[in-house]
């Protein structure tokens, strides 16, 4: 059976640290990983990942897959309070569907 | 307004109704999902259109869960004999559905319909 694992499931930082949270996976017929940020409402997309190694950033937000290892890691600086959020971690699958399966989340609250 | 929209935002009903769910998806966004989300819990897949097709159905959605796209655009989730245990986020995505080579197609999210059976 399919399977995401997001670790750590809670975090609480200072503003101005920088956090990593983690994505394990195992999935058949493997196509893209995603990372969603939510906070009370919809999540929303961060970043799309299909290649190992290679990073994606936005701002101070970034992240990268390893196909071999099979994780992913978001990594985001300079925290600051509106990054207080739950962070998703998706496995798009290689079929007709592209169905996501998601891991638990990560629960991210900075602090000032 | 161009994202995913869906009503009602909040839904409070007694165990034994009926309920009706509704999504807009993104106008030129072919696939439609619906996923459920339960407090603490990832979005767990439902189902998914193409255009006015159900494709697929996940093992969750159980004979009481009906869901429909009659003309490729908006799309309803009924749920027929409500339970407690369907008290959840109801979130409906959309997306393109050809990977063409600098094309967008992630999933774009709703903000969700939240059951509540009493």
């Known amino acids: 059976e399919d399977k995401v694992v997001q670790s750590p499931l809670s975090l609480v930082v200072h503003e101005g640290d920088t956090v990593t949270l983690n994505c394990s996976y195992e999935?058949?017929?493997?196509?893209?990983l995603l990372w969603y940020k939510q906070e009370k409402k919809a999540p929303t997309f961060l970043f799309m990942l299909?290649?190992?190694?290679i990073e994606k950033k936005s701002g101070r937000l970034s992240s990268i897959l390893d196909k071999k290892e099979l994780f992913s890691i978001l990594n985001i600086t300079a925290t600051q309070t509106g990054d207080s959020a739950v962070y998703l971690c998706?496995?798009?699958?290689?079929?007709?569907?592209?169905?996501?399966?998601f891991g638990g989340g990560t629960r991210l609250m900075v602090k000032p | 307004d161009t994202g995913v929209s869906q009503n009602p935002r909040h839904k409070i009903t007694k165990r034994g109704q009926n309920v009706t769910f509704r999504c807009d998806p993104i106008?030129?966004?072919?696939?439609l999902y619906w996923y459920r989300q339960t407090l603490g819990q990832g979005p767990e897949f439902l189902t998914y259109?193409?255009?006015?097709?159900?494709?697929?159905k996940s093992r969750l959605l159980s004979d009481r869960f009906s869901a429909e796209r009659p003309k490729g655009s908006f799309s309803t989730l009924e749920i027929q004999r409500t339970e407690q245990g369907d008290s959840a986020m109801y979130l409906c995505?959309?997306?393109?559905?050809?990977?063409?080579?600098?094309?967008?197609?992630?999933?774009?999210f709703g903000p969700g319909t939240r059951l509540t059976v009493t």
């Open positions: 106008s030129e966004h072919n696939r």
């Open positions: 299909t290649s190992s190694g």
């Open positions: 999935v058949t017929n493997f196509r893209s």
């Open positions: 995505a959309s997306s393109l559905a050809v990977h063409v080579v600098g094309q967008n197609y992630e999933q774009y």
């Open positions: 259109f193409q255009n006015e097709a159900q494709l697929e």
């Open positions: 998706a496995v798009e699958k290689d079929n007709a569907g592209n169905m996501l399966t």
